[in-house]
């Protein structure tokens, strides 16, 4: 019998898994997205789409579905759905895998201000009025409407419910080129970039852009992961590595039990 795979989606690995996957005969494997983008990337395995109600909802499933496999390629700031997954195989005891891509880390020529979180990002912004490129993601701009003295230039995939009043808006999906970074930084006069550290190659860009421009990036750091003591998890950094995990799930019959 394949063995039966649940992927947490939402991440360009987790789409280079499905990619990698679609077609092995030893997995039974489908894609879960929260539902949140309008247009998802296409998959190449059967996909879900919405939440599982919790924990509890999601241990619930992986029972009822018989899951033998659980992987969460979630984006890194999507720390709740990373939460969840944990305690959901804490209560319905299940192999667990995170695919937790790396940081970015700073190069000489950067100018970086780490915080925490997009409040703190918010307040880094300091008092006077700035021209600022916001590429956070739609959901966490209601901290930067308490500083409304700033031009905000945001990009998204999806249009923002909470963007601040008169900011602009650009709706795109990377991966971006960093002459065109360069060039929307130059034409739109931006002064500082604010981010998640979310690593990757498809958004890194916008680095190289800010540092050859000599612009201040406001850069968020990424939420820790969760506790993974006791339990029969790994985390791994890409798509090849999550590959290889599954085969070796796929490969044990008996650590499956059949
Ligand atoms: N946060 C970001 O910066 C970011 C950036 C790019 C892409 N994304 C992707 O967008 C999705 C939502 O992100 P988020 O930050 O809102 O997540 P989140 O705060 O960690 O999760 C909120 C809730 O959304 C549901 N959910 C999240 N991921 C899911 C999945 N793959 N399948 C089914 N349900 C899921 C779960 O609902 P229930 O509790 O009801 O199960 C979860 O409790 C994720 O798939 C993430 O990978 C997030």
């Known amino acids: 019998m394949p063995l039966k795979v649940l992927i947490l989606g939402g991440s360009s690995e987790a789409g280079a898994l499905a990619a990698a996957i679609a077609g092995d005969t030893r997995l039974d494997a489908l894609l879960s997205l929260a539902g949140r983008t309008q247009t998802p990337a296409a998959s190449p395995l059967p996909r879900r789409s919405g939440g599982f109600g919790g924990a509890q909802g999601l241990a619930d499933y992986l029972g009822a579905e018989g899951v033998e496999a659980l992987v969460v390629a979630t984006h890194p700031f999507a720390a709740q759905m990373r939460r969840n997954a944990v305690a959901a195989v804490r209560l319905r005891p299940t192999p667990l895998l995170i695919v937790d891509r790396p940081p970015w880390a700073p190069l000489a020529g950067d100018r970086w201000t780490c915080v925490a979180d997009m409040t703190a990002a918010a307040n880094a912004l300091g008092e006077a009025p700035r021209r600022v490129l916001l590429t956070v993601g739609r959901q966490d701009l209601a901290p930067f409407a308490a500083y409304p003295q700033h031009a905000y230039l945001v990009r998204s995939i999806d249009p ?3 963007a601040p009043v008169g900011a602009e808006l650009i709706l ?5 080129a960093e002459v065109d970074e360069r060039r929307l930084m130059a034409d739109w006069g931006v002064e500082v970039l604010v981010t998640k550290n ?14 050859g421009l000599g612009l201040e990036v406001v850069m968020v750091d990424r939420p820790a992961l969760p506790e993974l003591e006791g339990l029969d998890a790994q985390v791994v950094r890409d798509a090849d590595q999550a590959v290889n995990w599954l085969s070796h799930q796929a490969d044990s019959p008996t650590e499956r039990g059949v």
């Open 160 to 162: 923002p419910a909470d």
């Open 172 to 176: 795109d999906r990377g991966p971006f």
């Open 198 to 211: 979310a690593g990757g190659g498809a958004t890194e860009a916008k680095l190289g852009a800010a540092r």
